[in-house]
């Protein structure tokens, strides 16, 4: 009888520990969106004030689709998810409904003339060679820190939609 209740405790440690694996490592259908994705390549462009541009790469490990809402940093008073669209008038830059979307297995980049995390109404100057800290927050909740580098960058020039501040 003991080694029925011994083989039991084994098969129910056994699957506690799979199930935690399974979590933490992003994949299963309790896993949240932000355990399953990773930011690289970041950086932001440089700015004294006024507003500036983060970039770099969304990578999901997971199994389902996570999608990005919205973000806050320390460094700005508002932050906001971008895209940039282009018509005859250039390039214009607007917030991007729904958030960003990181495919099952998928990555999304943000770039220069894209999509991109906006920093708006800067709390300090970000000098090249600092880093800027950013959390981003998932459809479900979660949330993930970030870090991007400051760099100088004179690209990226793109106006908002009529009626907004312009990029600086």
Avoid at 50 to 55: N, R, S, W
């Amino acid at each position: 009888m003991s080694g029925n209740r011994n083989r039991f405790a084994l098969t129910v440690l056994a699957a506690a520990i799979s199930l935690t694996a399974c979590t933490s490592s992003g994949s299963g259908p309790d896993a949240s969106m932000a355990s399953a994705v990773t930011f690289d390549e970041s950086w932001a462009r440089a700015a004294d004030s006024g507003m500036t541009a983060v970039f770099g790469t969304f990578t999901n490990g997971g199994d389902r689709d996570a999608v990005i809402v919205s973000g806050e940093s320390a460094a700005a008073n508002r932050v906001e998810l971008h895209e940039v669209t282009h018509n005859s008038g250039g390039a214009m830059m607007r917030p991007k409904d729904g958030g960003f979307s990181v495919a099952a297995g998928g990555t999304k980049d943000l770039l220069p003339g894209g999509d991109h995390l906006m920093l708006i109404d800067l709390t300090q100057p970000l000098q090249p060679g600092d880093d800027v800290a950013l959390t981003v927050t998932f459809a479900d909740g979660s949330a993930l820190p970030i870090t991007a580098q400051v760099r100088d960058f004179a690209g990226g020039d793109e106006e908002y939609a009529p009626g907004a501040h312009h990029h600086g």
